[in-house]
Protein backbone atom coordinates (compact mmCIF):
# COMPACT_ATOMS: atom_id res chain seq x y z
CA UNK A 1 0.00 0.00 0.00
CA UNK A 2 2.48 2.26 1.16
CA UNK A 3 5.02 1.22 -1.86
CA UNK A 4 2.35 1.34 -4.48
CA UNK A 5 0.90 4.99 -2.82
CA UNK A 6 -2.30 3.21 -3.07
CA UNK A 7 -5.46 4.19 -1.00
CA UNK A 8 -7.25 1.31 1.41
CA UNK A 9 -9.81 0.93 -1.12
CA UNK A 10 -7.55 0.35 -3.92
CA UNK A 11 -5.12 -2.06 -2.10
CA UNK A 12 -8.69 -4.38 -0.99
CA UNK A 13 -9.37 -4.66 -4.15
CA UNK A 14 -5.29 -5.34 -5.52
CA UNK A 15 -5.38 -7.62 -3.31
CA UNK A 16 -8.67 -9.32 -3.20
CA UNK A 17 -9.53 -8.22 0.35
CA UNK A 18 -13.31 -8.30 1.13
CA UNK A 19 -12.77 -5.70 4.74
CA UNK A 20 -10.85 -2.94 4.87
CA UNK A 21 -10.17 -3.40 8.81
CA UNK A 22 -7.85 -6.16 7.70
CA UNK A 23 -5.46 -3.92 6.69
CA UNK A 24 -6.25 -1.17 9.53
CA UNK A 25 -4.99 -4.18 12.22
CA UNK A 26 -1.97 -5.38 10.29
CA UNK A 27 -0.92 -1.82 9.82
CA UNK A 28 -1.58 -1.42 13.65
CA UNK A 29 0.47 -5.00 14.63
CA UNK A 30 3.18 -3.99 11.98
CA UNK A 31 3.81 -0.53 13.68
CA UNK A 32 3.47 -1.98 17.17
CA UNK A 33 5.49 -5.56 16.65
CA UNK A 34 7.11 -5.54 13.15
CA UNK A 35 7.22 -8.68 11.40
CA UNK A 36 6.78 -10.68 14.43
CA UNK A 37 3.21 -8.96 15.03
CA UNK A 38 1.86 -10.62 11.40
CA UNK A 39 3.08 -14.47 12.33
CA UNK A 40 0.45 -16.66 12.85
CA UNK A 41 -0.51 -17.10 15.89
CA UNK A 42 -2.72 -20.12 16.83
CA UNK A 43 -5.83 -19.19 19.19
CA UNK A 44 -8.11 -20.88 21.46
CA UNK A 45 -7.37 -23.69 23.26
CA UNK A 46 -4.68 -26.24 22.37
CA UNK A 47 -5.54 -29.60 21.01
CA UNK A 48 -5.49 -32.41 23.71
Keep these: MEEK ?3 LGETCLFFN ?3 DGVIINWQGKFKA ?3 TGLQYK ?3 RPKS
Design 5 to 7: SLS
Design 17 to 19: IPN
Design 33 to 35: QGF
Design 42 to 44: PEG
